[in-house]
Protein backbone atom coordinates (compact mmCIF):
# COMPACT_ATOMS: atom_id res chain seq x y z
CA UNK A 1 0.00 0.00 0.00
CA UNK A 2 1.45 3.45 -0.91
CA UNK A 3 1.38 6.33 1.45
CA UNK A 4 -1.61 8.89 1.45
CA UNK A 5 -0.36 11.80 -1.03
CA UNK A 6 0.30 15.16 0.69
CA UNK A 7 3.02 17.66 1.13
CA UNK A 8 6.37 17.30 1.59
CA UNK A 9 7.68 15.83 4.85
CA UNK A 10 9.52 19.38 5.64
CA UNK A 11 5.79 21.48 4.97
CA UNK A 12 3.61 18.98 6.80
CA UNK A 13 1.72 20.84 9.41
CA UNK A 14 -0.18 18.36 11.73
CA UNK A 15 -3.66 18.73 12.71
CA UNK A 16 -4.83 19.57 16.30
CA UNK A 17 -8.77 19.60 15.31
CA UNK A 18 -10.85 17.35 13.32
CA UNK A 19 -14.07 18.22 11.49
CA UNK A 20 -17.11 15.91 11.64
CA UNK A 21 -19.35 15.52 8.47
CA UNK A 22 -22.32 14.35 10.42
CA UNK A 23 -25.24 12.20 9.16
CA UNK A 24 -26.16 15.16 6.82
CA UNK A 25 -24.68 18.21 4.80
CA UNK A 26 -28.25 19.41 3.91
CA UNK A 27 -29.59 22.03 6.41
CA UNK A 28 -33.06 21.39 5.85
CA UNK A 29 -32.63 18.30 7.64
CA UNK A 30 -30.23 19.06 10.54
CA UNK A 31 -33.68 19.79 12.51
CA UNK A 32 -35.60 16.98 11.93
CA UNK A 33 -32.54 14.58 12.41
CA UNK A 34 -31.75 16.27 16.05
CA UNK A 35 -35.39 15.85 16.60
CA UNK A 36 -35.36 11.76 15.64
CA UNK A 37 -31.68 11.40 17.40
CA UNK A 38 -33.10 13.06 20.63
CA UNK A 39 -36.21 10.93 20.60
CA UNK A 40 -33.91 7.77 20.23
CA UNK A 41 -31.34 8.96 22.75
CA UNK A 42 -34.14 9.59 25.27
CA UNK A 43 -36.03 5.94 24.51
CA UNK A 44 -32.61 4.65 24.88
CA UNK A 45 -32.23 6.23 28.36
CA UNK A 46 -35.63 4.92 29.79
CA UNK A 47 -35.73 1.41 28.10
CA UNK A 48 -32.46 0.56 29.58
CA UNK A 49 -33.10 2.44 32.75
CA UNK A 50 -36.30 0.64 32.88
CA UNK A 51 -34.15 -2.70 32.65
CA UNK A 52 -31.67 -2.01 35.10
CA UNK A 53 -34.02 -1.51 37.75
CA UNK A 54 -36.29 -4.94 37.30
CA UNK A 55 -33.31 -6.73 37.19
CA UNK A 56 -33.00 -5.26 40.53
CA UNK A 57 -36.10 -7.28 41.90
CA UNK A 58 -35.13 -9.62 44.28
CA UNK A 59 -36.91 -12.71 41.95
CA UNK A 60 -34.03 -11.56 39.46
CA UNK A 61 -31.40 -12.09 41.34
CA UNK A 62 -29.12 -14.68 39.00
CA UNK A 63 -26.05 -14.10 37.01
CA UNK A 64 -27.98 -13.40 34.03
CA UNK A 65 -29.78 -10.74 35.39
CA UNK A 66 -26.68 -9.05 36.61
CA UNK A 67 -24.95 -9.41 33.28
CA UNK A 68 -28.21 -7.87 31.83
CA UNK A 69 -27.93 -4.96 33.69
CA UNK A 70 -24.46 -4.29 33.27
CA UNK A 71 -25.13 -4.55 29.25
CA UNK A 72 -27.84 -1.77 30.36
CA UNK A 73 -25.29 0.40 31.93
CA UNK A 74 -22.81 -0.20 28.99
CA UNK A 75 -25.82 0.66 26.34
CA UNK A 76 -26.37 3.43 27.91
CA UNK A 77 -22.78 4.76 27.77
CA UNK A 78 -22.13 3.77 24.42
CA UNK A 79 -24.93 6.08 23.08
CA UNK A 80 -23.75 9.15 26.02
CA UNK A 81 -20.39 8.79 23.86
CA UNK A 82 -21.41 9.94 20.32
CA UNK A 83 -25.33 11.45 20.57
CA UNK A 84 -24.47 14.46 22.72
CA UNK A 85 -21.62 15.67 20.39
CA UNK A 86 -23.64 14.59 17.14
CA UNK A 87 -26.95 16.17 18.86
CA UNK A 88 -25.10 20.02 19.51
CA UNK A 89 -23.57 19.18 15.47
CA UNK A 90 -26.98 19.01 14.07
CA UNK A 91 -27.57 22.38 15.39
CA UNK A 92 -24.18 24.22 15.29
CA UNK A 93 -22.09 25.24 12.03
CA UNK A 94 -18.88 24.54 14.21
CA UNK A 95 -18.28 20.68 13.98
CA UNK A 96 -14.85 20.46 15.25
CA UNK A 97 -13.57 18.45 17.64
CA UNK A 98 -10.21 18.63 19.63
CA UNK A 99 -7.05 15.84 19.13
CA UNK A 100 -7.52 15.24 22.74
CA UNK A 101 -11.73 14.98 22.31
CA UNK A 102 -11.07 13.02 19.07
CA UNK A 103 -8.76 10.16 21.13
CA UNK A 104 -10.72 10.46 24.33
CA UNK A 105 -14.27 9.71 22.50
CA UNK A 106 -11.87 6.84 20.43
CA UNK A 107 -11.19 5.52 23.48
CA UNK A 108 -14.54 5.47 25.18
CA UNK A 109 -16.22 4.13 22.11
CA UNK A 110 -13.50 0.85 21.68
CA UNK A 111 -13.41 0.32 25.14
CA UNK A 112 -17.56 0.19 25.54
CA UNK A 113 -17.70 -1.73 22.63
CA UNK A 114 -14.81 -4.20 23.28
CA UNK A 115 -16.26 -4.44 26.94
CA UNK A 116 -19.67 -5.45 25.84
CA UNK A 117 -18.73 -8.46 23.25
CA UNK A 118 -16.87 -9.69 26.06
CA UNK A 119 -19.64 -9.10 28.31
CA UNK A 120 -21.40 -10.98 25.56
CA UNK A 121 -19.50 -14.44 25.79
CA UNK A 122 -19.84 -14.16 29.73
CA UNK A 123 -23.79 -14.73 29.13
CA UNK A 124 -23.18 -16.85 26.43
CA UNK A 125 -21.00 -19.24 29.17
CA UNK A 126 -23.79 -18.25 31.73
CA UNK A 127 -26.62 -19.97 29.30
CA UNK A 128 -24.24 -23.03 28.66
CA UNK A 129 -23.86 -23.81 32.03
CA UNK A 130 -27.51 -23.28 33.02
CA UNK A 131 -28.67 -25.74 30.97
CA UNK A 132 -25.53 -28.36 29.97
CA UNK A 133 -24.97 -28.82 34.23
CA UNK A 134 -28.08 -27.25 35.49
CA UNK A 135 -27.05 -29.05 38.74
CA UNK A 136 -24.35 -27.40 39.42
CA UNK A 137 -25.67 -24.25 37.94
CA UNK A 138 -25.02 -22.57 41.63
CA UNK A 139 -21.68 -23.78 42.15
CA UNK A 140 -20.18 -23.20 38.78
CA UNK A 141 -21.58 -19.65 38.21
CA UNK A 142 -22.20 -18.30 42.04
CA UNK A 143 -21.76 -14.61 42.42
CA UNK A 144 -17.43 -14.34 42.53
CA UNK A 145 -17.46 -15.92 39.40
CA UNK A 146 -20.01 -13.80 37.60
CA UNK A 147 -18.56 -10.70 39.06
CA UNK A 148 -14.95 -12.08 38.20
CA UNK A 149 -16.15 -12.44 34.35
CA UNK A 150 -17.87 -8.91 35.05
CA UNK A 151 -14.37 -7.76 35.81
CA UNK A 152 -12.40 -9.52 32.73
CA UNK A 153 -14.66 -8.27 30.20
CA UNK A 154 -13.79 -4.42 31.68
CA UNK A 155 -9.99 -5.35 31.93
CA UNK A 156 -10.03 -6.77 28.58
CA UNK A 157 -12.20 -3.32 26.90
CA UNK A 158 -9.70 -1.33 28.66
CA UNK A 159 -6.43 -3.00 27.38
CA UNK A 160 -7.99 -3.10 23.71
CA UNK A 161 -9.06 0.06 23.57
CA UNK A 162 -5.33 1.71 25.26
CA UNK A 163 -3.76 -0.57 22.66
CA UNK A 164 -6.00 0.69 19.69
CA UNK A 165 -6.14 4.19 20.79
CA UNK A 166 -2.37 4.38 21.09
CA UNK A 167 -1.49 2.84 17.58
CA UNK A 168 -3.79 5.63 15.73
CA UNK A 169 -3.37 8.07 17.30
CA UNK A 170 0.95 7.80 16.79
CA UNK A 171 -0.02 8.16 13.07
CA UNK A 172 0.40 11.79 11.37
CA UNK A 173 -3.12 13.55 10.43
CA UNK A 174 -1.36 16.50 7.84
CA UNK A 175 -5.12 17.16 6.42
CA UNK A 176 -7.79 17.46 4.99
CA UNK A 177 -9.17 17.52 8.48
CA UNK A 178 -12.69 16.69 8.00
CA UNK A 179 -13.63 13.13 9.16
CA UNK A 180 -16.07 11.36 6.54
CA UNK A 181 -18.15 10.68 10.57
CA UNK A 182 -20.20 11.68 12.77
CA UNK A 183 -17.86 10.34 15.23
CA UNK A 184 -14.20 9.85 15.89
CA UNK A 185 -13.88 6.31 14.68
CA UNK A 186 -10.52 4.08 13.91
CA UNK A 187 -11.53 3.52 10.20
CA UNK A 188 -12.00 7.07 9.33
CA UNK A 189 -8.96 8.02 10.81
CA UNK A 190 -6.93 5.82 9.25
CA UNK A 191 -8.08 7.60 6.08
CA UNK A 192 -7.11 10.77 7.40
CA UNK A 193 -3.26 9.80 8.06
CA UNK A 194 -0.56 11.10 6.17
CA UNK A 195 1.76 8.37 6.29
CA UNK A 196 1.77 4.51 4.79
CA UNK A 197 -0.56 2.44 7.05
CA UNK A 198 -0.58 -1.22 5.88
CA UNK A 199 1.03 -2.13 9.43
CA UNK A 200 -1.83 -0.91 11.52
CA UNK A 201 -4.37 -1.86 9.34
CA UNK A 202 -3.32 -5.23 10.21
CA UNK A 203 -2.88 -4.70 13.69
CA UNK A 204 -6.34 -3.65 13.59
CA UNK A 205 -7.41 -6.61 11.86
CA UNK A 206 -5.51 -8.61 13.80
CA UNK A 207 -7.68 -6.98 16.84
CA UNK A 208 -10.57 -7.61 15.22
CA UNK A 209 -10.30 -11.41 15.42
CA UNK A 210 -8.68 -11.54 18.33
CA UNK A 211 -11.78 -9.17 20.39
CA UNK A 212 -14.63 -10.31 17.75
CA UNK A 213 -13.79 -13.78 16.23
CA UNK A 214 -12.19 -15.59 18.98
CA UNK A 215 -14.71 -14.91 21.32
CA UNK A 216 -17.83 -15.48 18.53
CA UNK A 217 -16.20 -18.96 18.05
CA UNK A 218 -16.20 -19.14 22.06
CA UNK A 219 -20.18 -18.81 21.74
CA UNK A 220 -20.81 -20.60 19.21
CA UNK A 221 -18.89 -23.72 20.92
CA UNK A 222 -21.12 -22.83 23.88
CA UNK A 223 -24.72 -23.06 21.50
CA UNK A 224 -23.50 -26.18 19.94
CA UNK A 225 -23.17 -27.61 23.53
CA UNK A 226 -26.58 -26.20 24.26
CA UNK A 227 -28.33 -27.29 21.02
CA UNK A 228 -26.97 -30.62 22.30
CA UNK A 229 -28.67 -30.80 25.63
CA UNK A 230 -31.43 -29.45 24.62
CA UNK A 231 -32.48 -31.77 21.60
CA UNK A 232 -31.79 -34.45 24.18
CA UNK A 233 -35.04 -33.20 26.46
CA UNK A 234 -38.46 -35.10 26.02
CA UNK A 235 -40.68 -33.31 26.96
CA UNK A 236 -41.37 -30.45 24.52
CA UNK A 237 -42.72 -27.59 26.83
CA UNK A 238 -39.03 -27.58 28.39
CA UNK A 239 -37.71 -27.62 24.87
CA UNK A 240 -39.38 -24.85 24.52
CA UNK A 241 -38.62 -22.97 27.41
CA UNK A 242 -34.48 -23.95 26.84
CA UNK A 243 -34.64 -22.31 23.64
CA UNK A 244 -36.67 -18.87 24.99
CA UNK A 245 -34.12 -18.50 27.32
CA UNK A 246 -31.17 -18.27 24.87
CA UNK A 247 -32.95 -16.92 21.66
CA UNK A 248 -32.65 -13.16 23.15
CA UNK A 249 -28.77 -13.52 23.17
CA UNK A 250 -28.52 -14.90 20.38
CA UNK A 251 -30.34 -12.33 18.67
CA UNK A 252 -27.88 -9.58 20.28
CA UNK A 253 -25.02 -11.45 19.20
CA UNK A 254 -26.27 -11.76 15.94
CA UNK A 255 -25.96 -8.49 15.25
CA UNK A 256 -22.73 -7.31 17.34
CA UNK A 257 -21.21 -9.53 14.89
CA UNK A 258 -22.03 -8.73 11.79
CA UNK A 259 -22.07 -5.38 12.43
CA UNK A 260 -18.63 -5.51 13.81
CA UNK A 261 -16.84 -7.65 11.17
CA UNK A 262 -18.16 -5.41 9.07
CA UNK A 263 -16.69 -1.90 9.98
CA UNK A 264 -13.27 -3.12 11.09
CA UNK A 265 -11.89 -5.71 9.13
CA UNK A 266 -11.26 -3.31 5.75
CA UNK A 267 -10.57 -0.08 8.33
CA UNK A 268 -9.05 1.97 5.01
CA UNK A 269 -11.53 0.90 2.68
CA UNK A 270 -12.87 4.23 1.24
CA UNK A 271 -15.63 2.59 -1.71
CA UNK A 272 -17.25 1.12 1.82
CA UNK A 273 -17.42 4.31 3.91
CA UNK A 274 -20.60 5.62 3.82
CA UNK A 275 -22.28 1.75 4.51
CA UNK A 276 -19.52 1.35 7.41
CA UNK A 277 -21.25 4.79 8.56
CA UNK A 278 -24.55 3.38 8.47
CA UNK A 279 -23.41 0.31 10.64
CA UNK A 280 -21.92 2.42 13.12
CA UNK A 281 -25.05 4.49 13.82
CA UNK A 282 -26.89 1.20 13.89
CA UNK A 283 -24.52 -0.02 16.67
CA UNK A 284 -24.26 3.63 18.55
CA UNK A 285 -27.67 4.14 18.76
CA UNK A 286 -30.11 1.59 17.19
CA UNK A 287 -29.00 -1.69 19.49
CA UNK A 288 -28.95 0.65 22.59
CA UNK A 289 -32.73 0.67 22.42
CA UNK A 290 -33.10 -2.92 21.09
CA UNK A 291 -31.29 -4.41 23.54
CA UNK A 292 -34.08 -3.39 26.34
CA UNK A 293 -36.89 -4.75 23.65
CA UNK A 294 -35.51 -8.02 23.16
CA UNK A 295 -34.38 -8.90 26.48
CA UNK A 296 -37.93 -7.47 27.92
CA UNK A 297 -40.42 -8.92 25.23
CA UNK A 298 -38.88 -11.79 25.01
CA UNK A 299 -38.07 -12.90 28.85
CA UNK A 300 -41.16 -13.79 30.36
CA UNK A 301 -39.35 -13.34 33.85
CA UNK A 302 -38.84 -9.99 32.98
CA UNK A 303 -42.63 -8.68 31.54
CA UNK A 304 -43.76 -9.92 34.86
CA UNK A 305 -41.65 -7.63 36.75
CA UNK A 306 -42.26 -4.82 34.66
CA UNK A 307 -45.95 -5.30 34.66
CA UNK A 308 -45.52 -5.88 38.27
CA UNK A 309 -44.02 -3.14 38.76
CA UNK A 310 -46.81 -0.72 36.46
CA UNK A 311 -49.43 -1.92 38.23
CA UNK A 312 -48.14 -1.07 41.50
CA UNK A 313 -47.29 2.57 40.10
CA UNK A 314 -51.26 2.83 39.03
CA UNK A 315 -52.45 2.01 42.31
CA UNK A 316 -50.53 5.18 43.97
Wanted: charged fraction near 10%.
Amino acid sequence: MKPTEGPEPGNRTLLTAFVLSGLSNHPELQHLLFFTFCLMYTITIIGNLLIFMVTLHPTLHTPMYSFLRVLSFLDVSTASTVVPKMLVNFLSEDRSISYTGCATQLYCVVFLGTTEWYLLTAMAYDRYVAICNPLRYSVLMNSRVCHSLVLLSFSGGIFVSVVQTAWVFTLPFCGPKKINYFFCDIPPLIILSCTDTSLYEKQIITATVLVIFAPFCLILVSYACILSSILKISSTESRHKAFSTCSSHLTVVTLYFGSGTSIYLQPKSTNSQDTKKVLSLVYTTVFPILNPLIYSLRNKDVKEVLIGMVAELMKK
